[in-house]
């Protein structure tokens, strides 16, 4: 058992980080998104300036080439996202945020709580999980063959964003084994769960 | 035995669907397993195809890559840091001054401000516990009863549901297939309807029970003329340059309603900067929660897709379709079935869960009554509203709790919050039944955006080659 519960420590602090890129994520996706908009408004006035100022050559410049990759950019936003879901779902669910219907629930003990996550994680996390990356495995991998690219102009190569798919459902498959690992022995008592169950905010 | 299975396959889905929702396993998981399940069943008596269910590599490109969705963690984000940055304080401190030697006037203020916070940003956390904190102290101190109290910041806090630019209305527009900006435009009316009765409340209050909420003394009011007036500046400036940000760009057509929501939320940290509250943590901690609540949502969004995906393919749409547009008078038969309904699932379930398993349901079965859409969408918009709002789940009433002073019992939030829920009720039956009050805002000139929910897969045929590669531009 204490070579399982190691088990999931390692899980645990592997999809931590996950999580800590995911949430950075927020913010680099946030600006990247605001920044598209503001230079796609601002883009025709620096132009005409560009064409009376010679200092701003180097500017005008760099809008072109920021036309050139607009699709990129855009395509990014959310490539983030996609990021932001599968990385983060993972610790989401290791922290114990993924929101339930919580009628009956929210009323039984503890202990029975424990079976139901137990028993949910075998019959519907799991089965899930391995269903989807049943399915999206061979699509990432017909992507990476073919090297396909953005149907945009500019745009971005299409299979990190199909990676991250099968990826992302392989981490939360193992932090639900290590929710399960943890369950059980929160049942034999040799350990105490981290993160017991409220109302998420929202 | 089988032969019933077989015939009765939809409706035995969605029997499944509420025992497997009700076990308690997170939401996600439990849909995606209703799904499989079903799927398995589904293909054994050949109901649907073997290779059925590669469809849901389609149904996932089309989550991920669905830009209105990116509009969640942004308007998450933005509310998450507008909740600490002090702008709340500032405009409920003024406004309450200004309106403070009438009757009532802490209230007004409350609403008031819930409708500028509403503006601004589109989650009702932020509202409810920014006010909460502010006013909840000032109001008991100054003998309003503490029920009127707790109701007042709780309903104020929820307008955020209705008016633009709200998360809600974007997550609805997507699910409904129309556009955000016209949605927006609808709610527009509604939300001017819904601040005018709860003035109205207020004012019918403050003549039936006076003592419930008393004019500020005049030791309270510290400030008049030019202070007074600098003061309610300070918080009313960044509240309007905020609202253009996110607002005006969108109805200008110069943003799309999620990089208005990523402007928005850059706006409110410069806010923070301008305020001095922008520290790290306070910016992580609002990053965090923002990466797990969208995580969280678009989970539900992938376990709603599985479900409705073999929902429909056993013939759940059909099944829905008959039953709804059959029931007996006609369109408005169907409102008033369908937002009982709505009102009562909304006890159980959040407003996500709602809006990405119930909506898809209704809506094509709206649609043939000849509903037109965005007044369906608003008026569900309102209906959810007091989801927030009803004891004992409401989450606006949890905000609260997590806030007041110890010495407010659980029971004055509930009860407080009953008067209001009513209020919200009268707003839906006066959408029902003036449905101008929706459309009016919405400009007719402009052409019915075409591109219907992008993500329906046509189940009549084996794997239609969908093209995904990018959805239409949406405004």
């Given at each position: 058992m204490d070579a399982l519960l190691r088990f999931t420590r390692a899980i645990d602090s592997m999809n931590e980080r996950f999580g800590v890129i995911a949430t950075w994520l927020v913010l680099l996706a946030c600006l990247l998104s605001a920044g598209n908009a503001a230079v796609r408004y601002g883009i025709n006035e620096f132009l005409v300036l560009g064409q009376d100022f010679a200092f701003l050559h180097a500017l005008t410049t760099g809008i072109g080439w920021y036309g050139n990759h607009a699709n990129a950019f855009l395509e990014a936003q959310w490539y983030m996202f996609t990021g932001m879901v599968l990385l983060g779902g993972p610790y989401t669910l290791k922290v114990n945020?993924?929101?339930?219907?919580?009628?009956f629930y929210g009323m039984v003990s503890e202990r029975t709580r424990t079976w139901i996550d137990l028993i949910g994680t075998i019959l519907f996390l799991l089965p899930i999980c391995v269903i989807l990356i049943y399915f999206t495995w061979p699509w990432f991998l017909e992507s990476w063959r073919i090297g396909e690219q953005s149907s945009n102009a500019g745009g971005l190569t299409r299979w990190p964003v199909k990676l991250l798919l099968p990826v992302g459902f392989a981490l939360m498959a193992l932090q639900g084994v290590s929710e399960l690992i943890k369950r059980c022995a929160a049942l034999t008592g040799r350990y105490r769960l981290e993160y017991a169950y409220e109302k998420p905010l929202q | 035995m089988i032969h019933f299975v077989r015939d009765n396959m939809a409706p035995l889905m969605f029997a499944g669907l509420v025992v497997f929702m009700l076990i308690g396993y997170p939401a996600a998981f439990s849909l995606a397993a209703v799904g499989l399940f079903f799927a398995f069943f589904g293909i054994q008596y050949g109901l649907i195809g073997s290779d059925f269910l590669g469809n849901l590599t389609y149904q996932l490109y089309g989550i991920i890559s669905n830009d209105l969705l990116l509009a969640i963690p942004f308007f998450t984000f933005m509310g998450a840091i507008l909740e600490r940055c002090g702008l709340a304080e500032d405009l409920l401190d003024s406004i309450g001054q200004l309106f403070g030697p009438v009757r009532g006037g802490l209230s007004y203020a409350v609403i008031f401000v819930g409708a500028i916070l509403g503006a601004i940003t589109g989650t009702v956390a932020a509202s409810v516990i920014a006010m909460g904190v502010i006013s909840v102290p000032v109001m008991m101190k100054y003998g309003y009863s503490t029920r009127h109290t707790m109701g007042v910041i709780a309903a104020s806090g929820t307008i955020t549901q209705l008016i633009p630019p709200s998360l809600v209305l974007v997550v609805l527009a997507d699910q409904l297939g129309r556009s955000v900006g016209d949605m927006y435009a609808g709610a527009i009316g509604p939300s001017i309807i819904q601040v005018a009765l709860f003035c109205a409340w207020v004012a019918i209050v403050s003549v039936v029970w006076p003592k419930d909420v008393p004019a500020l003394p005049?030791?309270?009011?510290?400030l008049s003329g030019w202070p007074l007036l600098r003061k309610s500046m300070r918080g009313i400036i960044p509240s309007l340059g905020l609202i253009f940000l996110v607002l005006g760009t969108i109805f200008l057509g110069l943003a799309t309603p999620t990089e208005a929501g990523a402007m928005g939320a850059v706006g409110s940290l410069a806010l923070a900067a301008f305020n001095r509250t922008l520290t790290r943590p306070l910016v992580y901690q609002g990053m965090a929660t923002t990466m797990r609540i969208t995580a969280m949502v678009v989970y539900i969004l992938i376990g709603a897709r599985t479900f409705s995906l073999v929902f429909q393919g056993v013939g759940g749409k059909v099944w829905i379709e008959t039953m709804l547009t059959s029931l007996p008078g006609g369109t408005v038969g169907f409102l008033v079935f369908v937002n009982i309904f709505v009102f009562v699932i909304a006890f159980f379930l959040d407003f996500f869960e709602i809006a990405f398993i119930i909506i898809p349901l209704l809506a094509p079965a709206a649609d043939k009554l000849g509903i037109d859409l965005i007044w369906f969408g608003v008026l569900i918009c309102a209906n959810i509203q007091t989801s927030f709002m009803h004891?004992?789940?409401g989450f606006a009433l949890f905000y609260l709790r997590s806030i007041a002073p110890p010495s407010v019992k659980t029971s004055d939030i509930y009860w407080g919050a009953i008067p209001w829920v009513f209020l919200q009720v009268i707003l839906v039956v006066i959408l029902i039944f003036w449905p101008q009050s929706v459309t009016y805002w919405i400009d007719h000139t402009k052409s019915v955006n075409p591109d219907l929910k992008i993500d329906i897969p046509q189940l009549d045929s084996p794997l239609p080659p969908l093209d995904f590669s990018d959805p239409p531009a949406r405004k």
């Open positions: 945020e993924h929101v339930r219907v919580d009628l | 005049l030791e309270a009011r510290t004891p004992p789940f």
